[in-house]
């Protein structure tokens, strides 16, 4: 609670001490920017629920749909999230149906995934737990209407997108998602593949953060791979328009 409370003080003063807090910034700025009072949102790898809390402030009137599969957080996001408006699932997606092993990182849960990455601890303690996959595209109704979509999976962003596809051809969401060494290149995709996949595919233009908020220029395959393979940045957002 009190290091929640420290970043959202960080936050709200633009004090970006880290990445990920200036990633968490934009990504606000992005909600902001994108969301109306009724939009319709999903949160894939909802972990604490923090970016679902934010949505909901933002968009009271929509229907939104979190995943989670660590069974602890889904528990605590049940009772944080008590409310018709949020339709929470204990699942992974995936480009698959049926169940798999997931690797619960007790001691660094955020790095938790259905495969094994790169760590910022050194020997984590891993805890091997069954969960159910499934693709998004199959557990939405055929009527839903997504705005957002913003999608952490330590690495299996893409696999989830697969699993998508249906769902960005036709609603065309803005996606803000995760992709980089160390987690990405763990699931046997390439940057090249990645964007040929959400660009040429499904018709998105990828960004980095700042830049859609600036309403600059998109990444070509060339430039995306150039940042996938220096690491210099992990965070962008895919949107059609």
């Known amino acids: 609670m009190i290091k929640q409370l420290i970043k959202k003080i960080l936050i709200a003063l633009r004090i970006d001490l880290t990445k990920n807090i200036h990633y968490d910034r934009l990504t606000l700025k992005i909600l902001d920017e994108v969301l109306e009072k009724d939009s319709n949102c999903i949160d894939i790898g909802c972990h604490k629920g923090e970016i679902l809390e934010e949505i909901l402030k933002r968009s009271p009137d929509g229907e939104h749909y979190a995943f989670e599969p660590i069974p ?63 693709k998004l595209d ?31 051809k036709e609603k065309k969401p803005v996606i803000i998602f995760e992709f980089g060494l160390g987690a990405s290149d763990h699931y046997d995709v390439t940057p090249e593949a990645f964007h040929q996949y959400l660009t040429g595919h499904c018709g998105y233009k990828i960004f980095l953060l700042k830049d859609f908020l600036k309403k600059g220029k998109s990444l070509g395959e060339e430039k995306f791979v150039e940042i996938y393979r220096k690491n210099s940045e992990y965070y962008f957002v895919g949107s059609a328009s």
Request: charged share 30%; net charge negative.
């Open 72 to 134: 602890s957080f889904f528990k605590d996001l049940q009772l944080k999230f008590d409310s018709p408006k949020i339709r929470l699932f204990d699942i992974a997606l995936s480009n698959s149906v049926g169940e798999t092993t997931f690797n619960y990182v007790v001691d660094a849960p955020a790095y938790s995934g259905l495969k094994k990455r790169d760590y910022a601890i050194k020997e984590p303690t891993i805890e091997v737990i069954e969960v159910k996959l499934d």
């Open 138 to 168: 199959l557990v939405l109704p055929e009527d839903y209407q997504v705005t957002l979509i913003k999608l952490d999976v330590e690495g299996a962003e893409f696999n989830v997108l697969q699993g998508a596809e249906k769902t960005l």
